[in-house]
Nanobody
Framework: QVQLVESGGGLVQPGGSLRLSCAASGSIFRINSMGWYRQAPGKQRELVASITSDEVTNYADSVKGRFTISRDNVKNTVFLQMNSLKFEDTAAYYC?????????????????WGQGTQVTVSS
């Protein structure tokens, strides 16, 4: 199986920065796209940013110019650098990965999620 472990959340003042990390481990053959989603209380989970294996990135309009997604394919890790944080960025942030994993004598492609890390922007 595959596990995703996030870190880097916390409390920050408006205008501040945080860097989230998500490390994938387990029976990984290849990781395709990786991404970050967030969910605020009472709202649906939404895509924040994604990055393909070829490092093509995609961002939600609300974070363009402030957030940067990157990945380390050797360490199977994805990062989210968040700058100029706003109150409305407060949410639980979840890592997602599209993984081709070993499964017995064959490969299986599945979507995996991390447990979430809380980001709170408050003065």
């Amino acid at each position: 199986q595959v596990q995703l472990v996030e870190s880097g959340g916390g409390l920050v003042q408006p205008g501040g920065s945080l860097r989230l990390s998500c490390a994938a481990s387990g029976s990984i053959f290849r990781i395709n796209s990786m991404g970050w989603y967030r969910q605020a209380p009472g709202k649906q989970r939404e895509l924040v940013a994604s990055i393909t294996s070829d490092e093509v990135t995609n961002y939600a309009d609300s974070v363009k110019g402030r957030f940067t997604i990157s990945r380390d394919n050797v360490k199977n890790t994805v990062f989210l650098q968040m700058n100029s944080l706003k109150f409305e960025d407060t949410a639980a942030y979840y890592c997602n990965a599209d993984v081709l994993a070993y499964s017995g004598n064959y490969y299986k492609r599945s979507d995996y999620w991390g447990q979430g890390t809380q980001v709170t922007v408050s003065s």
